[in-house]
Every structure is written in C-alpha cells, then in structure tokens.
C-alpha cells in the first residue's frame, strides 16, 4: 500500500515538474521543428544511444562487483532513476536507491549493488573529466577561462576522489572503512534517538556493510578486465553525448570547431552534475549558452542549442522515466498497474488534445511560403478537402480519447486509422509536417502501448454496425446518384450518371461539395439529407463500436454445475444460494473459485464476495479484474463480507458501508426472561388461537405450492411491486417447491405467511428469502413465523440465524466517516415515506440480533454512478424502465387475480 501511495506522489510530482516548466517545455517543442530535421533525427538517435551505453556502463560495473543484471532490465531503473531525481532531488540519493530496491528484488546484495552503482559514478565522471579537460584546455588556449568553470571543476574532482575513496578504503584499509561506516550509522541511530523513533540502522549495519564493500571492491581488483571495460563504456557514452550536440550544432547553426562543442559540452553538463537544482534545471540553460557566445556561436543560435540538447538529453529521458516506473520491482503489482493506467490515460488526453490541434490548425490559415510549394503538385479541391478532413479527423480523436480511455480495442484501432488520416491531410491543407510530426508520435506511442488497449467491444454491436454503414453507404449511392441524375435542375451542373456516383461519393465520405451550387431551395434540402445520412451514419457506428460487451445468453449447464460444485463446497455466507439462480453468469478462477455476476451496462456486478478456497482471494479478484477489463466493465462487489476488504483495497478499490447483516446467535437465544417477555407472548397468544407453525420439507405438492403463489401475489399488490432479482430470489415453482418452507397456518386452516428456507453450506447458519403475509393477517403473525424458525433451526443444530440485510443502518453516524456514508445516512433518515428502511430495522433489531457491517467494494468515485445504475438494472432484472411498465402490467395482472371484480 505504502508503494502504492510512492507512486502517486511520484505521478503528483511528475505533473508539478511539467506545469512549472511548461513554458520552457513549449519552447522546446517549437525550438525542435525549426531545424533541420535530419540532423534533429541523428541528435536523436545519438542520444537513444547513449543511455544505452549509460545503462551498459551499470551493467558493467555490476558486473565487476558480481552483481548479475542486464541491460534491457536495467533500462527502466536508470530512466526511472533520472525521473526520480528530479521530482525527489535529493543529491540523487533517491535515485540510486532505485537501484538498490531493484537489486533486492532480484535476490542480489544492495551493498554490493551500492559499491556498484559507485563504481558507475565513478567510471562516468573519470570519463567526463576527460572531455572536461579537453574543454577546460580548448578554453585556456582561447583565453576564455573563467573562474566560475575553473571552481566547478575542482568540485567535480573532490567528487570524484570521494567516490573512489569509498572504493579504495575498501580494498586497501577495511578497518578505516569500517571506522567510518559506525560513525555513520551512529549518527543516524542518534538522530533516531532524538525523534524519539527506533533505530533506522540495526546494530550489526556498520560491520555488514563495511564487509560487503571490502567484498566489492576486492572483486573489482580480481576482475581488471571488467574494470577497463567498465571504463571503456563510459568513454564511449560520453563521445556519443558530444556528436548528440554536434548534430543539434549542424541543425540549428552549422558547422562549428571540434573544440567549441568539446567545451560548451564540458561546462555544461560539469554544472548539470554540480547545481543544486535537480539536474541543473535553470542552470545548464544558462551556462552553456554563454560558452557558445563566448566561442563567437551567436546568441540566438547558441540558445536554441542548449535548448535543443536539453530536450533531448534531460527532458525526454525523464519523461521516459515516469514512463517505465511500472517496469521497476521496486513498485508492487498493484502500483505498476496504476502506471500503465496513467499511460493509457495520458495517450487518451494526448488523443485529446490531437483532435484540438486538427480542429485549430483546421481553421487557422495555413503558410504562403508553404502553399506556394503544395500549388505546384496538389489543386485547390485536395487543399480544401485537406483543411475539412483535419477537422473532421479532429472531432473523431476527441470522440475517440473517451473510449481510449477505457482501453477499447476496436478504439485503437480507428484511432490510428484517424491518425493516419490526420497526417495525410496535415501535409495535403498546408504541408504543416509539425501537425504531422505530432500524429505520427502519438501513432507510435499507441503502437508501443498496443497491448493495453485490450478492452472487447460487443462483437453482435459490431456486426450491426458494420452492416448499417455498408447499408448506409449503398442506400446513399442510390439516393444521391437518382437524386442527382433527375435533379439537376436544381443546381448549376448537369450530372451524368458517373459525375453523379462522384458527387455522391465526394459528399458522404468528405462531407464537403466541390463546386456544388443548388439553384433552389430543394436542391439545398437534397444536398444536406446526403451530409445528415453521413453524419448519422457514422456517427452510429461508432457508438456501436464502442458499446462493452453484452451478456445475452444464461450461464451453461456445465457452468451452472461447475459452479454448484464450488458454491456447495466453499459457500459460507447467506448470499451462497443465489449465486446459483439462473440470472447469474460466472467468471471461473484458475485456484478453484467463482465470481457470480451479472452485466448491466457498463458495469459487472458481483453479490457477494468470489465464492473458494480463501487462498485464491487476491488472484480470484484481480482475474475477475481483468476479466471485466477486456469486457470494457466495471468490475463491483456488493454486499461484501468485513473479511477480505485488504485484499479489495490491495486491488485498487474504493469501499462504501451499505448496511447491515443481522443474525441471531442460537446458541444464546432463549425466549426466557423479561427483555424477551413480548416474544413470549406471541408465542402464547397465537397457540391459544390455533394458529400452528409447521415445517414443510420438499418437495412441495402442487395444491401447496397454488395457495403459496395466491400469498405471494397478494403481498406483492400490497406492497405495490412486482418480482426482484439479483439479491433476491422470486416465487418460481422449482425454486420454491424443491426448498424446504415454514408455513403459518390460521385456525381455519388456510396460510396467512410463509418464509422458503436456504442453505448457507459451509457455514452453520440458516437464512431465508421469501417471507411474504396475506392483506389481512393477525397482528404479530411475521414475529410468530420467524419464533418458529428460530425454535426449528436450533433444534436442527444450527448456530445462527440470518435475517439479512438492513440497509444503509448503521452507517454514516459518525462525523469522520466518509461523505457519501454521511449523505446515504441523511437518506436513511429521510427515506421512509418511500421504503421503511428503519421500520426492517426496527423488526429485527426485537430478536437481539448482533449486526454485521456489508459493503460495496467498487473502482473509484467515477465508477459509482453507473455501479448504481447496474445495481438497479440487476434488481428489476431488466432495464428498469422496462421495468416499470412491467410493474404496472403485473400490478393489473395481480390485482385482477386476487380481486377479479376490479
């Protein structure tokens, strides 16, 4: 959890760094479309090579300490390193310790790892300081040197001399390493001391460490080879970082001395290693344009070079960084997932933001110097129809960024096939190659993330799309072909069958009318029926698209019985039985469990928690997660039992207190004594009347189960309702009649109530569903059914007896508990003129039951309303507002039956 959070505070702190260096990363981007873009392309690829090389020079130095790792594993922890020690500047403590995490994680030694990540230092800055003096020398020769330079040198070189150090004490003078190593650990134990806090260091820390490091650096002094390829690495990267700046010279200003780029390079990044701020942010910016100026680089040119290696040495790497957090070990499962979701997220905004572009550069005049180019190879119709399909192509990225948001696939890829689009008529409308170059990155960078986008789409929704647009497509052809044929009285161009299908064809797919003039005020009407058919035509596939899957067929046989098997084995809760009831599909676990859910919309909603062996609990919900994932669902669990909420929180889940369970303990229920004196008087008063109480094993005969039906209808017109699902169970002739029920019988003979009893399996515990009354029943006759009950589930050895959920009691009371539990008590309170949610309360609180809390476990704030909507839809067992016509026709059907005058 606590690594969760680190994340979070790492992406908070990402933003921050972006939005209080956006108007130097807005004049990056600008900086980087005015050079010459091959040069730009090689300053790029130099670059990319260099921190390979620099994770190489890692790779190597562990090695030499006998550290395993490779390369492509150590890539996301260097990046991620220079991303951390921006956000959390810390001298690049911070970031190294990244590298230490990461080691541990792979079952290596983070001391050794530590003379490791030294040893690279070192190796870096010795070959820095190689290039530095080159540039130092180049700038004495020039009579050039400053003072400044000169002080950030030696500063460099005391740094240099320390890492060593720590190096050579090991391998030449242990017992002083180990001197200093206890010095250090009890000056941090001391300052422990002082917060009044355990010790951070444990009492063996100096010694171990102390060894380890004598460890490392004997090794290094066994393995020469390794060292001087170590060192040869670092050489390497560095000459690759001075042709990445060369190439930015030549791009953006010309060919310049070896020498100037050798010292405007030194001194800039001597200060990048040697500035307090994190990665000499404010301070390269600064130095390095005035070596160039004091090179005779003019000023201007000298500072879109520095801005320009900035971009690509700094600023990228550490965007990439954020990027491959989610690769690290150092961030559990849960937080890498919430990585990728950002990513995924920020493709979706940059989407976003694209179709903004496309729809301002739509509209925004293009360059003469540019047009003057594209009017000798492109006429004005392709120009035109350029600007209108940007613009359109635009609208579809904003539409689409919604649904990338939600990892559709079938939204990648029209997405790319939009972006693909958006380039071609960028460079069509204007030969604006930035717009371009902007599409084109953004198509990569899906590329790249392709497999997040994993998210089906309803494939019969499909299929329904695909044939409205074909037939779409035929029926406007004809429409506009005829129309046009016979119509072209109407406007100023006289259509032949093929100018005609040309026409037709232009307007549908490009939405734009080259030349098309109508004469009259019908010909208009004709040509806007042809953009409103395209319009509607698309716009409608799309949305089918995009719609999550649907579950249209009932679980099958084999599932219904697999799932029997593990409900039968594993369910210990009063919601078991309905995971079996024919409105539930069924997500399978590979350890052995089973979700029970329904899909209603966008959301898949889970009674209960997944029903198995209890070792399956996290891998259960994280399949169900993803399972729900590649559906386009939210997943959601309700009326959860207290037991796993770690596990739903550990998943990434937001919990809300729904209510209630009670449950009477058997063991302990007695009917003596004065609190129960009222009970006892039920009892008495209905046996001296003749009413009887009896339990009636399954299966149950047909007259039997006709009079139970003739109950139920007439408590469902009183109640004003008609038949739930989901939660509930409802009066079917199977269900009710191969289930065991307690009856109340009046002295006449006939049932006045009824209750069907379930199983709760693994648990020894009893409940019920239905429990329904005639109109007209003596009073107290539900206190009666549910004594009897009681009385038989404790003769039957049962522990307990649940009543079932109370809803929204008991939660929101305090004033520390969460607003939406505050608002849903404000309902609880001011609800009962619709539902008597106290007065179910109230009746079962007079069995003195002991009451246990339930929740709703479901993704986030965002999630709740559809959550709710599918809730709803899942209790009416259909979209409930065909529900509510169907109450209305039931109410008429009920009423009719139990009164047939009305």
């Known amino acids: 959890m606590k690594r969760r959070w680190l994340l979070w505070v790492l992406v908070i702190a990402f933003v921050w760094v972006v939005l209080s260096h956006f108007a130097e990363l807005k004049t990056l981007a600008t900086t980087l479309t005015q050079g010459k873009w091959q040069w730009v392309a090689l300053a790029l690829a130099l670059q990319i090579g260099y921190y390979l090389l620099y994770t190489a020079l890692y790779q190597a130095a562990f090695s030499t300490v006998e550290v395993r790792s490779r390369v492509w594993q150590l890539l996301p922890v260097v990046l991620g390193s220079l991303f951390i020690n921006v956000v959390a500047p810390t001298g690049g403590t911070a970031g190294n310790a990244l590298f230490l995490d990461d080691a541990a994680r792979r079952g290596e030694s983070p ?10 230092l070192a190796a870096d800055f010795v070959m820095f300081a190689a290039v530095l003096l080159g540039g130092l020398l180049f700038l004495l020769v020039k009579h050039d040197l400053q003072l400044y330079e000169i002080v950030g040198a030696i500063a460099l070189f005391v740094l240099i001399a320390a890492l060593g150090g720590v190096l050579l004490l090991g391998l030449w003078r242990p017992t002083l390493l180990w001197a200093l190593f206890g010095w250090l650990q009890r000056a941090v134990n001391g300052l422990a001391a002082r917060l009044k ?11 171990s460490t102390a060894t380890e490091f004598t460890g490392a650096s004997t090794a290094i002094a066994a393995h020469p080879g390794r060292l001087l390829r170590t060192l040869g690495i670092g050489l390497l990267e560095q000459l690759c970082d001075v042709a990445s700046l060369y190439a930015l010279c030549l791009a953006f200003y010309g060919p310049v001395s070896p020498g100037v780029v050798v010292a405007a390079y030194g ?36 500072s879109v070079i520095t801005l320009a290696f900035r971009g690509l040495s700094f600023w990228l790497p550490v965007f990439l960084g954020f990027l491959l957090l989610r690769r690290i070990k150092t961030f559990g499962g849960r937080a890498r997932a919430v990585s990728r979701a950002w990513g995924v997220h920020i493709l979706a905004l940059l989407t976003g933001l694209m179709g903004l572009v496309n729809v301002i550069s739509a509209v925004t005049p293009s360059l003469m110097s540019r047009i003057a180019i594209l009017e000798q190879v492109l006429p004005l119709e392709v120009r035109h129809g350029g600007h209108l399909t940007a613009a359109l192509s635009g609208f579809a990225l904003l539409l689409l960024a919604a649904n990338l948001w939600r990892r559709k696939r079938a939204a990648w890829w029209v997405t790319l096939g939009a972006l693909a689009i958006s380039l071609v008529s960028h460079l069509f409308k204007g030969l604006d190659y930035e717009e371009a170059a902007l599409a084109s990155a953004l198509m990569i960078a899906l590329l790249v993330e392709r497999h997040a986008f994993h998210a089906r789409s309803d494939a019969p929704s499909i299929r329904h799309s695909l044939n409205v647009l074909i037939g779409a497509v035929l029926f406007t052809l004809a429409y506009g072909v005829v129309g046009f044929y016979l119509l072209d009285r109407h406007f100023s161009v006289n259509f032949g069958l093929g100018a005609a299908l040309q026409q037709t064809l232009v307007m549908f797919t490009q939405f734009y ?26 716009g409608y596939a799309l949305l089918m698209l995009m719609r999550p899957v649907f579950v249209r067929q009932a679980a099958t046989a084999d599932a219904r019985a697999r799932a029997k098997v593990i409900v039968e084995a594993f369910g210990c809760s009063s919601l078991a039985r309905y995971a079996l009831f024919d409105d539930k599909a069924y997500y399978f676990s590979p350890g052995g469990s089973v979700v029970p859910f329904v899909a209603k919309g966008r959301a898949a909603v889970t009674l209960g928690d997944p029903i198995g062996p209890a070792g399956d609990i996290a891998d259960v919900i994280q399949g169900f997660v993803d399972f729900c994932q590649r559906n386009d669902w939210l997943p959601a669990f309700y009326q959860t039992l207290p037991d796993h909420l770690e596990a739903y929180k550990t998943a990434g889940f937001d919990i809300l207190a729904i209510g209630q369970e009670a449950v009477v303990d058997l063991t302990t229920f007695s009917l003596d004594g004065k609190p129960n004196k009222h009970l006892r008087n039920t009892i008495n008063t209905f046996s001296k009347k003749g009413y009887r109480a009896e339990y009636i094993a399954p299966p149950l005969p047909a007259v039997l189960l006709h009079e139970l039906r003739a109950v139920s209808d007439e408590w469902l017109t009183m109640m004003h309702g ?45 409940t019920i569903d239905l429990m329904r009354h005639r109109t007209e029943v003596e009073e107290g006759t539900m206190d009666f059914l549910f004594l009897a009950l009681f009385q038989w589930a404790k003769a039957q050895g049962y522990a307990g007896f649940n009543l079932g959920l109370s ?32 007065g179910l309360h109230q009746f079962k609180e007079k069995f003195h039951p002991r009451w246990e809390p339930r929740y709703l476990v479901f993704p986030g704030p965002a999630s709740l309303l559809p959550v709710a909507l599918a809730l709803v839809r899942a209790d009416s067992g259909d979209n409930f507002v065909q529900a509510y016509i169907k109450d209305w026709i039931e109410q008429r059907r009920l009423r009719h039956r139990v009164n047939p005058t009305q």
């Open 197 to 207: 806090r355990s010790p951070f260091l444990a009492e063996d820390w100096a010694e």
């Open 267 to 302: 001194i800039g990044v001597l200060f990048w290693i040697v500035a307090i701020t994190p990665g000499g942010i404010g301070v390269v910016e600064g130095v390095m344009p005035l070596v160039f100026v004091s090179l005779d680089v003019p000023g201007a040119a000298a």
């Open 111 to 120: 001391t050794r790892t530590a003379a490791g990540v030294l040893l690279a």
């Open 513 to 538: 009318d080259p030349g098309l003039e109508p004469l009259t005020g019908f010909g208009r009407y004709f040509a806007d029926s042809i953009y409103t058919v395209g319009a509607l035509t698309v």
């Open 807 to 838: 809803s929204l009691a008991g939660i929101g009371e305090r004033k520390d508990d969460p607003a939406v539990e505050r608002a849903l008590h404000y309902i609880y309170e001011h609800i009962n003129q619709f539902y008597n949610f106290s």
């Open 722 to 766: 008609t038949e739930k699902r989901f939660s509930l169970g409802w009066f079917d002739d199977d269900y009710i009649g191969n289930g065991p029920v307690m009856v109340v019988y009046t002295p006449e003979g006939m049932i006045s109530a009824f209750a069907n009893i379930l199983p709760e399996y693994q648990l020894n515990e009893s």
